[in-house]
T-cell receptor, first 112, second 118 residues
Framework: GENVEQHPSTLSVQEGDSAVIKCTYS??????FPWYKQELGKRPQLIID?????GEKKDQRIAVTLNKTAKHFSLHITETQPEDSAVYFC???????????FGKGTMLLVSP | GAVVSQHPSWVICKSGTSVKIECRSL??????MFWYRQFPKQSLMLMAT?????????EQGVEKDKFLINHASLTLSTLTVTSAHPEDSSFYIC??????????????FGNGTRLTVT
């Protein structure tokens, strides 16, 4: 089955800095890659996603890049703010948009 | 946007009892719903895929007789943890996709149920 590796497990940055989280996947058939933000005790919230026919997608301070050849994708957050502090999960899907395999998560801490 | 409601948000039960968790799609229909489990500081692990009108599909290592899933309608799936034990204590989250989007809708999560078995 699909295997998703996520790094780093924790990331501390100063407010205003950029943060980058990287994920790799094993199954070349994966075609959908969402990123979720989860605050403590709450549900994961979709923040951005990308499909395999697109190399990059941006939404304000958040961007995701995808390298199909290398089978890795990354989340980029610019001008980080304390409210960006949360656990971020990457995921990959090999069956449409339904069944997702998640990475282990990255705890992002943005210090003011 | 699509909303998935999960109830209860938390439950404490005694060892040996059963607990039922409900997952509802509030403004869309879902023939398929997904149940995840998340242990503290860990990732979401898919437990099973709930299929409306048919048997659920369980992931390897998940006991189907312990985690009973019923998907009786297009908007409701239930997960029953039978004969719960302390090691079943976890955060259980359901998810579903608005299938009217024809494959273009993202997966939406319920707000989760924190189960504590004493």
């Amino acid at each position: 089955g699909e295997n998703v590796e996520q790094h780093p497990s924790t990331l501390s940055v100063q407010e205003g800095d950029s943060a980058v989280i990287k994920c790799t996947y094993s199954d070349s058939a994966s075609n959908y890659f969402p990123w979720y933000k989860q605050e403590l005790g709450k549900r994961p919230q979709l923040i951005i996603d990308i499909r395999s026919n697109v190399g990059e997608k941006k939404d304000q301070r958040i961007a995701v890049t995808l390298n199909k050849t290398a089978k890795h994708f990354s989340l980029h957050i610019t001008e980080t703010q304390p409210e960006d502090s949360a656990v971020y999960f990457c995921a990959a899907s090999i069956r449409g948009y339904s069944t997702l395999t998640f990475g282990k998560g990255t705890m992002l801490l943005v210090s003011p | 946007g699509a909303v998935v409601s999960q109830h209860p948000s938390w439950v404490i039960c005694k060892s040996g009892t059963s607990v039922k968790i409900e997952c509802r799609s509030l403004d869309f229909q879902a023939t398929t719903m997904f149940w995840y489990r998340q242990f503290p500081k860990q990732s979401l692990m898919l437990m099973a895929t709930s299929n409306e009108g048919s048997k659920a599909t369980y992931e390897q290592g998940v006991e189907k007789d312990k985690f009973l899933i019923n998907h009786a309608s297009l908007t409701l799936s239930t997960l029953t943890v039978t004969s719960a034990h302390p090691e079943d204590s976890s955060f259980y989250i359901c998810s579903a996709r608005d299938e009217a989007g024809h494959g273009n809708s993202p997966l939406h999560f319920g707000n989760g149920t924190r189960l504590t078995v004493t």
